[in-house]
């Protein structure tokens, strides 16, 4: 190349990075420019003149050299892509994977520990596990790692807390808490004479937060009412068992409390299932405000709350606290832009004087409530031993009652009513009576409230109408006779919705001529709810059915609300009519039989007992009664018999038999 510099060539080929190896072969001859020629990227010099073999050798070993970098180079690709590759599925893994040096310090720690506990990897490397173990699990973290040591096997999964840096990521279950499932594996290196030295512990922490999240889920359910949100009845019975420990410890009393919401069946049924579920969960959150962090209300069925008050000084705190809780029902609940006004029932008894089990204390609370439910609701009561013979008799009346209404352990007798003025037997009164196998006949007086309470009244109700219907019938194609029928309802009958179809079916089946079936309900009961009273009782007397006040006169003695109801007859209270003494000191039944003339009803006096009564009666204008004077209630027999003998249906003769029996133990 006589132009041109063999350096310049060299100098070309690397700035363009040409792939291609140099032999320099120049007649230069000197060391410096044979280094020179080497430092510029030649891969060997050769002094000219040279031999062909000499070349040949050289260019030789170039190739191979050049074979064995190319060669190299891809290895080290391969490695690197490995390497990535490791790296990226360490790093990416769900899991926390970690590589501990033989004091417990991070040699590694993945990616993970970022997204899980918001440490950059950095900060983890160098430090001593303990750094990320929730202080309560560090005994535990120690002796995972420590059992670990013992063998060579991988520890069983161990479940351990972790912190997270800053305590409040929200992802976290318990915030700054991360639950997981944590494995070890220990490292070991074999030394020259064959023993084994451990040199540090790989592991994998696995988050589980969701699991343990699903676990507490379920945890909760079971111990908590999931509409309000209030433990149950469990989580309740728990509670309890603690506080009665704590207080036998300190010598303090507790109290506890049974709330039943009255008439809450009702708001149920009538506003509907939503309006109810709101009802409750409204009740829960105000009754829940109200009381201390310590204090337990539990849901513990439909529409009934307990509370426990650990640690009272004495029952004036839980009287207290009792009247607090009415106080708070006074305040109407907003539903659907409804008023919607509640009471409670509350019975309370106290630990240790009430029970000492918890069985006996919520069973004693729940006794003194029913004691409040009887004596007019909207109030609370504390338990007494009085309380409980009461409640055990009725519970046998309940138990007797539902095995009689099965197994015709019923029957009706028959109480005649009369027209006053001339003595003709217009109607009956069917009431009914228990025949008891061992007790004999049982009174109403005895049950009615027991069946009233349980909701026994129910089905005994409609047993009672369709047997009165049922005889009625029989007596008029059988015999001839035609007499107005009396039935007493309930309240509670006359609330359940179906209530009217089912007497509206009961008298279409029988076939009963129209007016001929009075049904009769108390003052008192129509009282508990008017509206539905009003509502069922208008669709009953527009199928001819005839509606009687029983007791008039001892409820709340207004004719204003009368004004309201489809009301044919007024019964004037026994204890008006037994009243009477002279025939001059009479005013108010005077008053009673005034009022009801000026509103045209009818009216039928009860418990008539002697002549005076029926002549005053019939001086003051009330044309029926019906009493002891006439006759007892009797059986069917006994009536039938009477009547034959005397040819008294409807108004055709006149009676002068007093009727009695010796069926029914009332008569003297
Ligand atoms: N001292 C006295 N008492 C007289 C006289 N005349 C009648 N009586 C009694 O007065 C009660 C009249 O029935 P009530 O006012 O409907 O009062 C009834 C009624 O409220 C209830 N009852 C009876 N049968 C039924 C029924 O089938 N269904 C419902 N819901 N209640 C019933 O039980 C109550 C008591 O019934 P009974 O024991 O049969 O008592 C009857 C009757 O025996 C009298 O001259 N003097």
């Known amino acids: 190349m006589p132009d041109l510099h063999g350096h310049k060539v060299m100098e070309h080929i690397d700035s363009y990075r040409l792939n291609c190896d140099i032999i320099v072969v120049s007649g230069e001859t000197t060391f410096d ?15 000219k003149p040279y031999a062909p073999d000499e070349l040949l050798r050289s260019v030789a070993n170039v190739l191979e050299r050049r074979q064995l970098k190319a060669t190299n180079q891809s290895i080290q690709l391969r490695l690197q892509a490995s390497e990535s590759l490791h790296k990226f599925i360490v790093n990416n893994s769900p899991d926390m994977i970690y590589l501990l040096d033989h004091e417990g310090r991070f040699a590694f720690i993945n990616e993970r520990v970022k997204s ?50 800053n305590n409040n990521g929200s992802r976290f279950f318990d915030s700054g808490t991360v639950p997981v499932e944590l494995s070890s594996i220990g490292i070991y290196t074999t030394n020259d004479d064959k023993t084994k030295s451990f040199i540090g512990t790989y592991g994998v922490a696995r988050d589980i937060s969701e699991r343990k999240q699903a676990e507490e889920l379920i945890k909760y359910q079971l111990y908590h009412d999931l509409l309000t949100n209030l433990p149950n009845r469990s989580l309740f019975r728990d509670r309890l068992n603690m506080a009665m420990a704590q207080s036998k410890r300190s010598g303090k009393k507790l109290a506890i409390m049974y709330l039943d919401m009255d008439r809450f069946k009702i708001i149920n049924d009538s506003l509907g299932h939503y309006v109810g579920d709101e009802l409750l969960k409204m009740v829960g959150q105000r009754l829940r405000s109200e009381l201390r962090e ?25 009287r207290n606290l009792a009247e607090k809780i009415l106080r708070l029902t006074l305040e109407p609940f907003i539903i659907k832009n409804e008023e919607i006004f509640i009471s ?87 009431l009914v009576r228990w025949k008891h196998p061992e007790k004999g006949t049982i009174q109403p007086n005895e049950f009615i409230s027991v069946a009233e309470e349980s909701g026994l009244i129910i089905p005994l ?26 039935v007493n309802i309930s309240m509670q009958q006359l609330e359940m919705d179906q209530f009217v179809n089912k007497a509206l079916k009961i008298i279409k089946r029988h076939q009963l001529p129209k007016d001929t079936l009075e049904l009769e309900i108390t003052e008192h009961a129509i009282m508990q709810d008017m509206e539905k009273a009003i509502d069922a009782l208008t669709k009953l007397s527009h199928k001819g059915i005839r509606i009687a006040i029983d007791d008039f006169g001892t409820g709340y003695s207004s004719l204003g609300y009368l004004q309201n109801l489809p009301i044919n007859t007024l019964k004037i209270d026994r204890s008006f009519v037994q009243g009477i003494k002279t025939s001059e000191d009479n005013s108010i039944i005077d008053a009673i039989i005034a009022m009801a003339k000026g509103l045209n009803l009818n009216l039928i006096a009860e418990g008539v007992e002697n002549q005076t009564q029926i002549d005053h009666l019939s001086r003051a204008g009330c044309g029926l009664a019906q009493g002891f004077f006439y006759s007892h209630p009797v059986p069917e027999d006994e009536l039938l018999k009477f009547i034959k003998l005397n040819g008294n249906t409807n108004g055709q003769d006149s009676a002068d038999t007093i009727v009695s029996s010796d069926h029914d133990p009332s008569y003297q």
């Open 33 to 47: 420019h044979a280094t020179m020629a080497l430092r510029k990227g030649a891969q060997d010099f050769l002094r």
């Open 294 to 318: 310590a204090d337990t209300l539990a849901r513990v069925g439909g529409d009934e709350f307990n509370l426990l008050v650990p640690e009272i000084n004495d029952i004036q705190d839980a």
């Open 116 to 165: 899980l506990l918001g440490y950059d990897q950095k900060e983890i490397i160098g430090e001593h596990f303990s750094k990320l173990i929730h202080t309560e699990d560090i005994e535990r973290a120690h002796f995972t790692f420590n059992e670990r040591r013992a063998g060579e096997r991988a520890t069983r999964s161990a479940e351990l807390k972790l912190s997270s840096k």
């Open 344 to 430: 409670f029932s509350i019975g309370i008894s106290i630990y240790p004087s009430d029970g000492d089990t918890k069985d006996s204390l919520i069973k004693h609370a729940d006794i003194a409530m029913y004691k409040v439910k009887n004596a007019g609701k909207n109030g609370y009561a504390f338990y007494s031993e009085k309380m409980k013979a009461h409640f055990s008799q009725s519970l046998d009346i309940e138990n007797g009652l539902r095995k009689a209404i099965s197994t015709n352990e019923l029957c009706l007798y028959y109480q005649p009513q009369f027209d006053i003025n001339n003595g003709y037997m217009k109607g009956v009164e069917a």
């Open 461 to 486: 109700g409609e047993w009672v109408l369709r047997r009165a219907c049922t005889d009625i019938k029989r007596w008029m194609e059988q015999e001839g006779i035609s007499l107005q029928l009396s």
